[in-house]
């Protein structure tokens, strides 16, 4: 494994601390994994640049990076399900999404020409998603209650048109037989 794998790896490892920093966690503990996720999630723009940088970009870091960023993602999102933070139909709504992106992913047949890239839309909804959730995950006062739940929604309005943006070109091309 070269160093931009990793340093993906590295990002997967803060996965499991925050889930137990979070379980009944005080206000210390809260700041804590909030740290740890703005980390974990600072290492994936660390991690592309190097490979392209460093002309090591692999096979296997094009399958973790992206499967990687989706569990840093939806396992804190699932915490705060559990801890009232966020409705759970809001974190499906992100979940479905990325479901349906990694399964076209993967699909030969529903790609014509190729995978897109990330494009200005996806990037605004990691950076959101990210914002939203260390805004989350932080005991913030009162007053911040209401921003992070616009943040939240936010960032689900963004992964809903990112994915949308991201499956109209390939829905209006001609499907071919085989």
């Known amino acids: 494994m070269n160093l931009p794998t990793w340093i993906t790896v590295s990002r997967l490892l803060g996965v499991p601390l925050i889930l137990m920093l979070l379980t009944q966690p005080t206000p210390y503990e809260r700041w804590i994994a909030a740290g740890i996720f703005l980390l974990a999630a600072g290492t994936d723009w660390l991690d592309g640049y190097l490979a392209r940088k460093l002309n090591q970009v692999t096979e296997l870091g094009k399958f973790l990076d992206p499967l990687v960023d989706k569990l840093l993602v939806l396992a804190p999102l699932l915490v705060l399900v559990e801890m009232n933070l966020v409705p759970a139909w809001g974190v499906f709504l992100i ?13 030969p047949a529903m790609q014509s020409g190729g995978v897109p890239g990330a494009n200005l839309w996806g990037k605004a909804k990691t950076v959101v998603q990210i914002i939203a959730i260390t805004a989350l995950i932080a005991p913030l006062p009162e007053a911040f209650v209401l921003p992070s739940q616009i943040l939240f929604w936010l960032a689900v309005a963004l992964t809903l048109v990112s994915g949308a943006l991201y499956l109209l070109p390939a829905l209006r091309a001609p499907v071919e037989s085989p």
């Open 95 to 107: 979940l479905a999404r990325e479901i349906t992106i990694a399964g076209w992913r993967v699909n």
